[in-house]
């Protein structure tokens, strides 16, 4: 069972997101609503790969990619960033904050799984 | 030279003038004290004369006349006493009362004082004794009198008694005494009986018996009447005694005779004696009337006697009382005798002060001080210009002659130190000569430098002396012009010059003396322009002539920045070409954003709705979200677009007049939902009585719905209130729609923030309280379409006031509406208007504002269709066209209007932010051209010719008769309109082409083209279909040639008919008409 934290505070995001996840069996959605509960949340649960939205209250997804990279704990937890923002130099900000994959939204469901497998992939092989 | 002081002020050199004014002063004071004194003198003694005639004179005068009048009374009482008669007291009496009154009068004069005043007195009571003795005296003289005339009565009563008597008594004795003859007769005759003589003797016994008493009776008579008269003339009381015995005794006799008398005869008798009787006896006998008189005459002279007396008093006291009176008099005049001396006195001293002061001053001190110190300046000064320099001058006093020997002093001191100069002078000579030397060289070497500084600038200079002759130049200019030195050190005349360039080719192919007119007609003014040289150079050509008649003229090489002009203003094109494309873009992704929202929204609706039918029960919550989240993104797209709509100016408004209570309750309607959302308690406050607004309504709704969604956003569990209130603000009427709330609040920092787009207070609150802060951007740019603004004021944590104000009444009314309180524009007195061409209504209006207060008439256009539509129908005297405009822009339209031969000679003014583009505007034939901000005066400026030009009247007069022609036009002339004269139709509508004229008087017989088929060929353009036309004609019109005219023809004269001034009223009421009908309100675009 896959366990993926989705750091996201707009609802319909998360209600869709979370629910096309769980109707592909083998993963588990864990919800952070700003970047602080997902640091916590991080730490305290673990997950295999965080879904992180950058445009967060308290702390921004950016930040929060910044702490999780930057704890041990949570070092080896790949972060693929996800965001509305369509300019260009989002994708190479995204990975400046220490962000292992960068997507927009609207979401395409079916790359964000490819994303997803090869990270986790990736992550246990190294 | 001197001390360097110059002329002393004068304040310490006064006195002299001073001096002899005092002494001026003096004398004359003299002078008016003795005049003083004389006139003191003169009234002291008219004073005193005045005592004198006044007070002394008429009491003197009176006493004399009462002195007068007491002597004359005096005189009266003897006067008096010596009257006989009645008459004569009358007249005396009356002369005494006279006097005594007169006497009176006389004292009552004097004055009770003075001198005179006891001896008044003693006066006045002798006057009255003397008034009551006077009186005594008259009534004894009065009773004396009335007894001397009673008793001249009784005495001749009794006188007439005593013949009555007699008279009686006669007879009977005669009788008597003739018998008794008769008797003796007959006793004498010897022939008697001794019978007869018997009876005789017997008989004559009897007679005798009867005849004695007879003759006793008459003897008692006469008694009596004697004793009567002598009683009247009795002296005294004891002969008066005497007499009345007497007169008693024989009264006794007489009646005792009477008895034995015969009793006829004493009956007969009784009268005369009883009157004799009483006459003679008793109290009104004459004898008690003598004794009457002898009392009175006794009275009388015991009062005479008394009354000399007082006279004599009398007199005396008014000898005295005169004597009283003229010692007054006397002392009065010895008064004035004294006041007479002492002004002699005084005078004379005063005389004499003045005489010997006048002496004194004259002597002493012109003589001495003045004239004396005066000629020892005088020769001084005159040593001085002989060229002596060793005098001395006596500077002590303080006066002006003090003063002028100062000066003399100073004088003779610069004159040593003159002499001194001109030594120095000399020496200076010589020195200025080798400084000058020195200057020379040093501007020798500065006018080296500045030659090479004008010869070497990067501009070209050439200047032209007053006789516009050449006078200088430098290299730049030669290398510009390529100019042959040789030309130039020939110093040409500026025309020569012109015309040597000419003849080169300089202008291109231009006939060469028409290029040097033009030239030498321009010379005085400034002027700049550009020129193309043939080599390809582009010149920029300053003309600066100087006020003195010089003139410099300035070339500069504008070539590269021609070129850079040019590159910038293809950029430009190219940039607004990009922004017309990128605002058509947005327009038409309206269109295709929306498509697929449409099945998004809609079919996911669908499928909630009916979702057994599509058995999507369970999906329904996915189903729902999507829904929301289409129509979120569809709002967000409009927000967006909405925005680009404003931004391009193609957000259309639909004003109506909208009923604000009830549109406020359909936002509310909407509103709740939202303030429940989060426990917001809503609040609605609006007037009933609001009038209706002219606004959009959707927009209106837009804006209302946008604040009470913000404020019900930003606060939770607090109070949302909406407020619809008049207000008025120096005298424009609004209505403020107020959004209140209890929120967060913003802090003044943040409200700056709030109307940028895109912007939400800040991050934070965007993701607390999502959207995308387009909707206030919307809100206040709506509400500035609509002519009003939006309005916040915050208070972090207190909450906020959101206001959108809008204009009622007229100011609401713009670009898209019929109906406008500034009325729609009367073409002015000449009927003729600007059109002002500007997509942004805030700019169209403030063109269309100043030049309605500069008194043209305006009519607008908000695009360029329009503008052109709008140019077409009305012909307007000029146009201002802005330049960047959505549908089409400023130059396309300029192209266009140039491109009609009918709206080509319009002036045109174009309006623009950049102000680079005049070349173009020029090059495209604008008139001028304005940059935004709009400077007032400069509009007006660009404008006022056109203005000016349309006002004149333009009548064509079309006759073939030139008499006729000369003289319709002399009537016309007067008025100062421009009068076109064509002598058939064909050449009328020549004129016709060159300008269309406000009225056409017509001729109808007429070679080539006659009225009638002008009339027709009038008929074929709009613009001149408009013309009135007036037919001047001397046909008598048949009903067909009426006909014929009905249509095009406004008014038909008959020649002679009518005279200049009818003529003049007409023409103008016919151009004013047609003037009036051009008028139209602006239309909705």
Redesign the interface.
């Known amino acids: 069972m896959t366990k993926i934290l989705y750091v996201e ?1 707009n609802d ?1 995001n998360v ?2 997101l979370k ?1 096309r996840f769980e109707l592909l069996d083998g993963f588990e959605v864990l919800v952070a609503e700003d970047g602080a509960v997902g640091c916590e949340k991080a730490v305290a649960e673990m997950p295999d790969i965080i879904l992180m939205d950058l ?3 308290v702390v921004d997804g950016w930040e929060a990619a910044r702490r999780l990279k930057a704890d041990q704990k949570t070092r080896h937890i790949p972060i693929i960033a996800l965001t509305a923002h369509a300019m260009s130099g989002s994708r190479e900000k995204a990975l400046a904050a220490g962000c292992d994959e960068f997507d927009t939204k609207p979401v395409d469901f079916d790359r964000l799984i490819q994303k997803v497998n090869y990270l986790l992939a990736n992550k246990c092989a190294g | 030279m001197t001390d360097g002081s110059g002329p002393r002020p004068s304040r310490t050199g006064h006195g002299l003038r001073e001096r002899l004014l005092l002494s001026f002063v003096a004398i004359s004071s003299f002078a008016v004290i003795a005049a003083v004194v004389g006139n003191y003198a003169f009234y002291a003694i008219g004073k005193a004369l005045h005592q004198v005639t006044e007070e002394s004179v008429p009491p003197a005068i009176a006493t004399l006349e009462l002195a007068q009048s007491s002597v004359r009374i005096v005189a009266a009482g003897p006067a008096l006493l010596a009257v006989t008669s009645n008459e004569e007291f009358e007249t005396e009496s009356a002369a005494l009362d006279r006097q005594l009154k007169a006497a009176g009068a006389f004292l009552d004069k004097l004055p009770g004082q003075g001198l005179t005043a006891d001896k008044l007195i003693q006066f006045r009571i002798i006057f009255r004794v003397v008034t009551a003795n006077l009186e005594s005296l008259k009534s004894a003289v009065q009773s004396r009198i009335s007894a001397a005339d009673r008793k001249a009565a009784l005495v001749s009563q009794t006188f007439d008694a005593y013949n009555n008597f007699r008279t009686i008594w006669a007879p009977k004795f005669n009788e008597l005494k003739a018998q008794i003859a008769s008797l003796q007769r007959v006793l004498d005759a010897a022939g008697s009986s001794p019978e007869a003589r018997m009876a005789a003797v017997g008989r004559l016994n009897a007679v005798i018996r009867d005849l004695a008493p007879l003759e006793q009776m008459q003897q008692e008579a006469a008694n009596v009447f004697e004793a009567l008269v002598r009683a009247a003339s009795a002296t005294t009381p004891a002969v008066l005694e005497t007499i009345r015995k007497d007169a008693d005794l024989s009264v006794r006799h007489i009646d005792d005779l009477v008895s034995g008398l015969d009793p006829d005869l004493s009956f007969e008798l009784i009268v005369p004696i009883s009157r004799m009787r009483a006459n003679a006896v008793g109290p009104a006998s004459v004898i008690a009337v003598r004794e009457v008189e002898l009392q009175a005459i006794q009275e009388g002279r015991r009062l005479t006697v008394e009354n000399s007396e007082l006279s004599a008093q009398l007199s005396s006291a008014a000898a005295a009382l005169v004597a009283a009176s003229q010692q007054g008099i006397a002392g009065a005049t010895a008064r004035t005798e004294s006041v007479q001396s002492f002004g002699r006195l005084g005078l004379a001293a005063a005389v004499a002060l003045s005489l010997i002061s006048s002496v004194l001053i004259g002597w002493l001190y012109v003589g001495r001080n003045v004239v004396a110190r005066l000629t020892t300046l005088s020769d001084g000064m005159r040593a001085l210009v002989g060229g002596r320099r060793d005098i001395t001058i006596p500077t002590s006093g303080s006066d002006e002659i003090a003063e002028m020997a100062r000066a003399v002093e100073v004088f003779r001191d610069n004159a040593i130190a003159l002499d001194q100069l001109l030594a120095e002078r000399e020496q200076a000579a010589a020195q200025l000569e080798k400084v000058v030397d020195e200057r020379t060289a040093e501007l020798q070497q500065r006018g080296a430098v500045l030659r090479v500084t004008f010869d070497n600038m990067a501009h070209g200079v050439m200047t032209f002396d007053r006789e516009q002759k050449v006078a200088a130049w430098n290299r730049q200019v030669i290398k510009l012009l390529e100019l042959p030195e040789a030309f130039l050190a020939a110093k040409p005349h500026f025309a020569d010059f012109i015309r040597f360039l000419a003849e080169r080719g300089e202008y291109g192919a231009v006939d060469v003396e028409a290029e040097v007119q033009r030239f030498t007609a321009e010379a005085g003014q400034h002027r700049t322009f550009e020129r193309s040289r043939p080599d390809g150079t582009v010149l920029e050509i300053r003309h600066n002539p100087l006020p003195d008649g010089e003139m410099v003229i300035i070339y500069t090489d504008v070539t590269e920045r021609r070129r850079y002009e040019e590159t910038l203003t293809a950029a430009r094109d190219q940039a607004e070409a990009m922004s017309r494309t990128k605002s058509s873009f947005l327009a038409n992704m309206s269109h295709e954003l929306r498509t697929p929202l449409n099945a998004i929204i809609g079919l996911s609706e669908m499928m909630v709705t009916n979702a057994p039918r599509f058995g999507t029960e369970k999906a329904a ?2 189903l729902r ?1 999507v829904h ?2 289409g129509k979120h993104l569809l709002d967000l797209i409009n927000q967006v677009l909405d925005l680009s709509k404003i931004e391009a100016g193609k957000l259309d408004l639909n004003l109506e007049t909208v009923k604000v209570p009830l549109l406020i309750d359909e936002v509310i309607g909407t509103a709740r939902g939202l303030a429940e959302q989060n426990k917001n308690h809503l609040i609605v406050e609006c007037a009933p009585d609001i009038a209706p607004l002219l606004v959009d309504p959707l927009r209106l709704r837009q804006i209302l719905f946008n604040l009470l969604s913000n404020a019900c956003k930003f606060t939770k569990g607090g109070e949302v209130s909406l407020c619809v209130t008049p207000v008025s603000i120096e005298g424009r009427n609004w209505v403020d729609f107020s959004v209140a709330d209890t929120g967060i609040g913003m802090t003044p920092e943040q409200v700056d923030k709030l109307f940028e787009e895109f912007v939400q207070a800040d ?2 609150t965007a ?2 309280y999502g959207g995308t802060g387009l909707g206030l951007a919307i809100t206040r740019k709506l509400c500035r379409m609509m002519g009003g603004d939006t309005l916040v004021t915050s208070e972090i944590d207190k909450g906020s006031v959101f206001t959108a104000r809008l204009p009622t009444g007229s100011a609401a009314s713009e670009a898209n509406t019929d109906h406008s309180a500034n009325a729609p524009d009367e073409p002015g007195p000449s009927g003729d208007c600007v059109l002002v061409i500007d997509d942004d209504l805030t700019a169209r209006e403030l063109i269309a504002n100043h030049l309605r207060g500069a008194g043209f008439a305006v009519v607008t256009a908000a695009g360029g269709r329009e503008g052109l539509k709008r140019a077409e129908e009305l012909h307007p005297i000029a146009i201002t066209l802005d330049v960047l405009m959505p549908d089409i822009d400023g130059w396309t339209v300029l192209a266009a209007l140039r491109g009609n031969p009918e709206l080509a000679d319009i002036p045109v003014v174009m309006a623009t932010i950049t102000d680079d583009q005049q070349h173009k505007g020029m090059t495209l034939g604008a008139a001028g051209y304005l940059t935004k901000p709009i400077d007032r005066d400069r509009l007006i400026a660009l404008l006022q010719p056109y203005q000016a030009r349309v006002r004149r009247t333009c009548v064509l007069l079309v006759e073939d008769d030139p008499t006729q022609r000369e003289r319709i036009r002399s009537w016309l002339e007067p008025q100062q309109w421009q009068i076109s004269e064509a002598e058939n139709g064909r050449v009328a509508l020549d004129r016709l082409g060159e300008e269309v004229p406000d009225i056409i008087l017509l001729d109808l017989m007429m070679p080539e083209m006659d009225g009638f088929q002008l009339i027709t060929a009038l008929q074929e353009r709009p613009a001149w279909r408009r013309i009135p036309v007036i037919v001047v004609t001397s046909l008598d019109l048949t009903a067909a040639d009426r006909a014929r005219l009905n249509s095009g023809v406004e008014g038909i004269l008959l020649k002679d008919s009518f005279d200049p001034a009818q003529l003049v009223a007409i023409v103008q009421g016919y151009v004013a008409k047609t003037r009036q009908s051009q008028k139209v309100p602006e239309v909705a675009s």
Request: hydrophobic fraction near 25%; charge should be negative; charged fraction near 40%.
């Open positions: 505070d319909d209600y869709m629910m445009d967060l209250p | 919550e996915p979200r929301r989240a991050q934070t993701r607390n």
